[in-house]
């Protein structure tokens, strides 16, 4: 019922910057948490970054915490990961989710997966 499309991803230099959207379609949206998560070669897929559905509440893992930030604009039904000073260990492949819950913080709270979009970032 709700299609999710992530864009933005790419190869960069360590230090660098990339901002992550994903498009959700859906009249809903405003009502779903949203999340980031991401999948390294070899390993299982793991948390990042949610925000509620009404944006007021965020949380990160600690690994990145200072420097990504999750948004969302619901008039656009868009959700964004901005990231920041990236280092080599942030390559994976991102993939965006929804949760029919207003909070989610767990990959089975998500109900609707993005394709997911590759970092890749060296040094």
């Known amino acids: 019922q709700v299609l999710l499309v992530e864009s933005g991803g790419g190869l960069v230099q360590a230090g660098g910057s990339l901002r992550l959207s994903c498009a959700a379609s859906g009249r809903a949206f405003s009502s779903y948490a949203m999340g980031w998560f991401c999948q390294a070669p070899g390993k299982e897929r793991e948390f990042v970054a949610t925000i509620s559905w009404s944006g007021g509440n965020t949380y990160y893992t600690d690994s990145v915490k200072g420097r990504f930030t999750i948004s969302r604009d619901n008039a656009k039904n868009t959700v964004y990961l901005q990231m920041n000073s990236l280092k080599p260990e942030d390559t994976a492949v991102y993939y965006c989710?929804?949760?029919?819950?207003?909070?989610?913080?767990?990959?089975?709270?998500?109900?609707?997966w993005g394709q997911g979009t590759q970092v890749t970032v060296s040094s």
């Open positions: 989710a929804a949760s029919t819950a207003g909070w989610a913080l767990l990959s089975y709270e998500y109900d609707y």
